[in-house]
């Protein structure tokens, strides 16, 4: 657990903390090929013990809510934009990626239970890891610097995403999806349900989070104040380009071990 961090001195550096979170992103080797907290693997087909909780929470939110999506023209309860109190930018981008964040461990969760490539799962006990370690960073920067503060109205983290989206070329990644801007529902409920070739769909689905995440970086590197948040927004844009490479090596490799028709 990170010590809460604070611009005027603390028990440990910030910057080591920052790179600490980069260095989880970039590196940390998979602790396991099978099922998440002990779980039995999971196949394409039939997702293990270690999600299946995850994917029937997913799908039980779809199954009764299947158009709860965001109305970019209010908040999650239809709210008129007017009415949003509007949060520094600061803590805007600490809740936008502490709930982005919590739902990519959730995929790769998914994916390193689900995934038929060792490799795959590798990638995606490495994304839910720094996921985690990410989102505890966050925290304690939040807890440091906006002790009191409510958490940020929904309006305004989908349109943090909307303007990463738009200016990175990306297509919607589905994080806003069931209301919920923690947990991507649509990619999750996709990966907890595609039976046939599961590897490149997760490959996609994560490929395409991560460009928004970078896009994210980038908008954030030129905004934010708080110098632990400038450091942290420009290692998660080196970073992302880096699990970008990894992602497109991984697809390269299933493309060529897949035999032709």
Same mark, same amino acid.
């Given at each position: 657990?990170?010590?809460?961090?604070?611009?005027?001195?603390?028990?440990?550096?910030?910057?080591?903390?920052?790179?600490?979170?980069?260095? /989880?992103?970039?590196?940390?080797?998979?602790?396991?090929?099978? =099922?998440?907290?002990?779980?039995?693997?999971?196949?394409?087909?039939?997702?293990?013990?270690?999600?299946?909780?995850?994917? @029937?929470? *997913?799908?039980?939110?779809? &199954?009764?809510?299947?158009? @709860?999506?965001?109305?970019?023209?209010?908040?999650?309860? +239809?709210?008129?934009? =007017?009415? *949003? *109190?509007?949060?520094?930018?600061? /803590?805007?981008?600490?809740?936008?990626? &502490?709930?982005?964040?919590?739902?990519? $461990?959730?995929?790769?969760?998914?994916?390193?239970?689900?995934?038929?490539?060792?490799? &795959?799962?590798?990638?995606?006990?490495?994304?839910?890891? =720094?996921?985690?370690?990410?989102?505890?960073?966050?925290?304690?920067?939040?807890?440091?610097?906006?002790?009191?503060?409510? %958490?940020?109205?929904?309006?305004?983290?989908?349109?943090?995403?909307?303007? %990463?989206?738009?200016?990175? +070329?990306?297509?919607?990644?589905?994080?806003?999806?069931? +209301?919920?801007?923690?947990?991507?529902?649509?990619?999750?409920?996709?990966?907890?349900?595609?039976?046939?070739?599961?590897?490149?769909?997760?490959?996609?689905?994560?490929?395409?989070?991560?460009?928004?995440?970078?896009?994210? $970086?980038?908008?954030?590197?030129?905004? &934010?104040?708080?110098?632990?948040?400038?450091?942290?927004?420009?290692?998660? =844009?080196?970073?992302?380009?880096?699990?970008? %490479?990894?992602? $497109?090596? /991984?697809?390269? +490799?299933?493309? @060529?071990?897949?035999? %032709?028709?």
């Amino acid at each position: 657990m990170f010590d809460p961090l604070t611009r005027d001195g603390g028990t440990r550096s910030s910057a080591v903390a920052v790179a600490v979170v980069a260095m /989880l992103i970039l590196s940390l080797p998979a602790t396991r090929a099978s =099922g998440q907290d002990g779980g039995l693997p999971g196949t394409p087909n039939t997702p293990g013990t270690g999600t299946a909780a995850v994917c @029937a929470d *997913v799908t039980a939110t779809k &199954v009764a809510s299947p158009g @709860a999506e965001h109305d970019h023209a209010g908040d999650a309860d +239809g709210d008129d934009p =007017g009415s *949003v *109190v509007l949060a520094p930018f600061d /803590l805007v981008y600490v809740d936008t990626m &502490v709930a982005r964040d919590t739902g990519t $461990a959730a995929l790769g969760r998914v994916v390193a239970d689900r995934a038929t490539d060792l490799r &795959v799962r590798e990638f995606g006990e490495t994304l839910a890891t =720094g996921g985690d370690a990410s989102v505890v960073a966050l925290g304690d920067w939040r807890d440091a610097w906006y002790p009191d503060a409510p %958490a940020v109205e929904d309006l305004q983290l989908v349109q943090l995403v909307d303007e %990463a989206e738009s200016g990175s +070329g990306a297509p919607a990644d589905g994080g806003m999806g069931g +209301g919920n801007p923690a947990l991507p529902a649509d990619d999750l409920l996709t990966l907890c349900t595609v039976t046939d070739s599961f590897d490149a769909v997760a490959l996609e689905i994560v490929a395409t989070r991560i460009e928004t995440d970078v896009a994210l $970086a980038a908008i954030a590197f030129g905004r &934010v104040e708080h110098v632990e948040l400038l450091a942290f927004a420009q290692s998660r =844009g080196e970073s992302g380009q880096h699990e970008l %490479a990894v992602v $497109a090596d /991984l697809a390269t +490799g299933i493309t @060529a071990s897949t035999p %032709a028709p």
